[in-house]
């Protein structure tokens, strides 16, 4: 079966510090990555997503950038984090075959800026 | 507007009661709708996926889809105390590009007490 794993469960960074999150996923090949980001009180904002190794794509301007070094692995950064980046970022993957796949979540990471 | 609305509740309803949870959007272009639960500090998790109109049924749940009102709802039979939780709607168009973006509502609170 397939599992994806996410980590840190929490984090706690100053402002202005770099940001390194990862996710990765186990027991399926080439998938569909995401990342999102979700606000007290508010839905899921998509972020990034990728559709093979090297290829990502943005949906908001924003102060992050997001690599997927491996088939498997999906990588969320920042070079100096804003009192606005605060938030729960959730990692999720998808079958690449068809596009009408639902879309499965990792557990996420709570980051808080200081 | 926002494309889905969803009213955050909070909703607290006796165990046992049946709950009704429900979704409303403005893109006719959506034809996948979702329902994933949430609970404290954990990723989302798919309950149903369902395809246009109709009505879908597991277990102790029923996705309903009305397209011609834009409305989608989640009945929950026999709530149990497990079952509190936040419960997103997400939606998708058909087609276009492979990575399936959803559109998501912003959850609904859900207590059930024993």
């Known amino acids: 079966s397939q599992t994806i794993h996410q980590w840190p469960a929490t984090l706690v960074q100053p402002v202005g510090s770099p940001l390194s999150l990862e996710c990765t996923v186990e027991?399926?090949?080439?998938?569909?990555l995401y990342w999102y980001r979700q606000a007290a009180g508010r839905g899921l904002q998509l972020l990034f997503y990728s559709v093979g190794i090297g290829q990502i794509s943005s949906e908001v301007p924003q102060n992050l950038s997001a690599s997927r070094p491996q088939d498997r692995q999906f990588i969320l950064s920042s070079k100096k984090l804003l009192l606005s980046d605060s938030g729960f970022y959730l990692c999720?993957?998808?079958?690449?075959?068809?596009?009408?796949?639902?879309?499965?979540f990792g557990d996420g990471t709570r980051l808080s800026i200081l | 507007q926002k494309e889905v609305e969803q009213d955050p509740g909070p909703l607290s309803v006796p165990e046992g009661a049946i709950v009704s949870l429900n979704c409303t959007y403005s893109n006719s272009a959506f034809q996948y709708f979702m329902w994933y639960r949430q609970y404290s500090r954990k990723g989302p998790e798919l309950l149903m996926y369902?395809?246009?109109?109709g009505n879908k049924e597991d277990g102790r749940f029923t996705a309903q889809v009305d397209k011609s009102s834009k409305y989608i709802s989640l009945f929950i039979r026999d709530s149990q105390p497990s079952d509190s939780a936040t419960y997103l709607c997400a939606m998708r168009r058909a087609g276009g590009t492979s990575y399936g973006k959803l559109t998501f509502g912003q959850g609904t609170i859900l207590t059930v007490h024993p």
């Open positions: 027991g399926t090949s080439n998938p569909n």
């Open positions: 369902t395809y246009s109109s």
């Open positions: 999720a993957w998808s079958v690449l075959a068809g596009p009408n796949q639902p879309q499965h």
